[in-house]
């Protein structure tokens, strides 16, 4: 059984600092791209950031300048979130294409909320 987990989730004021963190689980032969979800109250589900096996990125241009998305080793993800503005406010998951036996899948975890306001 795999699993994602979040952590790091909370309320912050506006220019305020958080740090995620996702964990992998499991019976997990390799993991290539992982990245961060968000999806606010009535909008969709957006990318905020990737990053592969290799440490090639990717961000949303809202974030670009103010998160950063960093891997420690294969199953550790983490996104560093500065100057936070209230816009950010959604639901965070983390997101990994994993290499298990019998094939590769898509994983999602349950998601950390992030709340900025004042």
């Known amino acids: 059984q795999v699993q994602l987990v979040e952590s790091g989730g909370g309320l912050v004021q506006p220019g305020g600092s958080l740090r995620l963190s996702c964990a992998a689980s499991?019976?997990?032969?390799?993991?290539?791209?992982m990245g961060w979800y968000r999806q606010a109250p009535g909008k969709q589900r957006e990318l905020v950031a990737a990053?592969?096996?290799?440490?090639?990125t990717n961000y949303a241009d809202s974030v670009k300048g103010r998160f950063t998305i960093s891997r420690n080793g294969a199953k550790n993800l983490y996104l560093q979130m500065n100057n936070l503005k209230p816009e950010d406010t959604a639901v965070y998951y983390c997101?990994?294409?994993?290499?298990?036996?019998?094939?590769?899948?898509?994983?999602w975890g349950r998601g950390t909320q992030v709340t900025v306001s004042s």
């Open positions: 499991g019976n997990i032969l390799s993991i290539n791209q």
């Open positions: 990053i592969t096996i290799g440490g090639d």
């Open positions: 997101n990994a294409g994993i290499a298990v036996r019998g094939g590769r899948f898509e994983y």
